[in-house]
């Protein structure tokens, strides 16, 4: 599972050099932001001059999701003395969160199980950002391959969100207001207004269920 | 001789406001959400973030690039579909484009 996080972090690291970014700004970003998603998208974003409170506010959309995680973590970390558990929140991230809810589903989530699984995962992310960035620099120019490198990478993340026609329906939306958006709107803003279209059909299209399962509140599967 | 690091004040200050931005998505689920179900209507719209968020970001490189980007983000997908690891389907999808670009274009 910890090795899953190390080809990712090279491929960030390397796309990150592409843009200008050093080892110790690719580690930089990898330690204190530390979110595999909203990273390809920020480097994705890179441009002077740089669009800092926009990177900021896409990093906070993107990574809402943690919201929810947290939100169900929470429930089952209650033994652990409260002055921890904010910083437990820092290394929580979507394997982390998906490892400790499975534990959870059979016992008492321990302070050890979840420092074992989420743990190690935050250095290896930000230690091979750096050593991606250092290829990445002696490789030259990624740039070119970069933007479908990324491309392909989240169309892989994004079957793995797949649930069916209404997932269809959100991307579809997505993809047409951030087309128009693109045409429109100056800037990098076609992200958040694509992405906040989908979110908008997702929530019409959705149907209460008639009978509620015992079905865990949130289901495994980000990436 | 490549550097080790820029020292661009921007760049730390977009870093480090990224930084708190993602921190609060994951503190402020710890703090405000004791204890609370989020269900229903709410969690469809969080559920669909990602998906949604990511397809809005490569709009432009599949869309508006060139057909044969077009094409090449098609069997990426159909990769992705048949749940190939990651990195296998993104060894195609770039495979792909550039014998696209090279005997097709």
């Given amino acids: 599972m ?158 793995g969100f797949w649930k069916g026609s209404r997932t269809g329906a959100v991307i579809g939306v997505s993809a047409l207001v951030a087309l128009l958006a693109r045409f429109y709107v100056p800037g990098r803003w076609y992200i958040l207004l694509g992405g906040l279209a989908g979110v908008a059909i997702a929530a019409l299209l959705h149907v209460e269920e008639e009978v509620q399962g015992p079905v865990d509140t949130i289901e495994a599967g980000t990436p | 001789m490549s550097q080790l690091f820029t020292f661009h004040w921007q760049w730390m200050l977009a870093i480090l406001g990224m930084g708190v931005a993602t921190y609060a998505t994951r503190l402020s689920g710890l703090l405000l959400m004791r204890g609370v179900v989020v269900k229903g209507r709410a969690k469809a719209a969080l559920d669909a973030l990602p998906p949604s968020v990511l397809m809005a970001v490569i709009t432009p490189t599949i869309l508006m690039t060139g057909w044969a980007e077009t094409v090449a983000g098609v069997i990426t997908a159909i990769a992705a579909i048949l749940r190939l690891p990651l990195l296998a389907t993104m060894v195609i999808g770039m495979g792909s484009l550039w014998l696209l670009k090279t005997f097709a274009g």
């Avoid at chain 1, 990093?59 to 169900?72: C, D, G, K, P, Q």
């Avoid at chain 1, 479908?148 to 169309?155: C, G, K, P, R, S």
């Fill in chain 1, 2 to 159: 910890f090795l899953a996080y190390v080809p990712l972090a090279m491929l960030w690291g390397a796309l990150a050099a592409a843009k200008g970014f050093a080892p110790l700004d690719a580690l930089a970003m990898s330690f204190f932001v530390y979110a595999g998603a909203s990273q390809f998208i920020a480097v994705d974003m890179w441009k002077e001059p740089l669009p800092i409170l926009l990177l900021i506010l896409t990093a906070f959309i993107v990574n809402l999701r943690h919201f929810l995680m947290a939100a169900s973590i929470s429930r089952h970390i209650t033994s652990v003395p409260k002055w921890m558990q904010p910083l437990l929140m820092y290394i929580l991230t979507d394997e982390a969160w998906a490892l400790a809810e499975r534990r959870a589903l059979s016992g008492p989530l321990s302070l050890g199980f979840y420092l074992g699984v989420a743990g190690p995962l935050w250095p290896i992310w930000f230690l091979f950002s750096a050593l991606g960035a250092v290829i990445g620099q002696a490789m030259g120019n990624l740039a070119a391959l970069g933007d479908f490198a990324l491309a392909a990478m989240f169309i892989t993340i994004i079957a």
